[in-house]
């Protein structure tokens, strides 16, 4: 715990970023200096970085990026002198809470793969199983505001991976990220949601719920401090940390300006495998997955796709002792509905719609659906959705499909 004490305390010196605190680490560990050195003697790192020809030393660790300005150097020597253990007191107490953790890049529980990105985080806050990061993982990940078919091919895939023994990881956002750790929870199986904020604190805040089922069943983790908010600049190192788990990434839907697809480009950096759901040429959330299918990422129409996939990988060994796949269709169970929650969108509200009518309108999108999906999306009865099904129709809201089935205008 000594030496874990001091990664953390360098975690929350001011001014070193991730970078600059693998700099610091791979120069100490170049020098033989152990990091509670430069705690415990706070002009140690001074002396080590005290003329010019050994600054450049320190340089040399920066990839030729000057990371460690003057004015830096000079805070973080303020900081090493008036460093105690009070700093990191509220991480410490946290961490003596039950299934609360707090792992440092050089634990050997830091999950492998995360190792591999290009600048992992130092340290991760993990609330839940914490053994859980280092087993096979598929990302899922998509749109804040998906269709209803969207939502429902989530939770379905979600579901059935589950099943097959991965792990699922999203990042507990609102739409998608939500149906995929609902869909892996129903299916009994693990999920990992990476959080945005501090693990003190759900964002967003309605998710609480489901934040809490996930640390009681799986795990939750974060790479910011506790008490962080969720600010913007948040959000893409929680995306890198859900493609650097991962050996794989599934995107559902997605618009061609949407975080989903900087998680997408970031998985591929990362060497791993990208897969997308391809969909309707009308629907603008398709156009996120088209582009990625047309940039090298893999096609998917069936669960199975992906679970062919990971199995040819190397590290798919991990799956062994799991259950296997037995069924050929994607189990639904009962117990969660992937349309538990869905909002009426506002595009549907007015426009001289009664309420139940903009309540059915709500679950009907550009991909074909039948009056009797409607009925298991909805839970309206067979006999009123035939009814406001022609109202809508009549009001050019939708229109009808061979084969019985609908969709929207």
Known sequence: MEGSKYFLALFHAPGIGHKLFHVICNFLNYKQVEISEIFKSPDLF???ISDQDKNKELESFCNGIRL???KKVQQFNRYLKTYNDSLIEKDLLWQDEGNQNILSYYDNDYPELLKQIDVPPPILYVLGEQQLLSRVQLAMVGSRNPTPSGKEIAFNFAHYLAQAGMVITS???LGIDAASHQGCLAASGKTIAVAGTGLD???PAKHRDLAHDIANRG????????????TRGNFPKRNQIISGLSVGTLVVEAALQSGSLITARLAMEQGREVFAIPGSINNPLAKGCH???RQGAKLVETADDIVEEIINLSVASQLS???GIETEEIAKPETVHPFSETNIENKTKGHGLSEQQQQLLAFIDTSPVSIDQLAERSHIA?????????????QGKIQSLPGGKICRS
């Open 46 to 48: 001074n002396q080590l």
């Open 68 to 70: 460690l300005t003057e």
């Open 171 to 173: 990042g507990l956002a």
């Open 201 to 203: 604190r759900v964002y």
């Open 219 to 230: 795990a939750i983790v974060s790479c910011f401090p506790l008490e962080t908010g969720p």
């Open 291 to 293: 582009a990625l299918i």
């Open 321 to 323: 002792n799991e259950p």
């Open 382 to 394: 067979i006999k009123d959705i035939t009814s406001l099904v022609l109202l809508l129709e009549l």
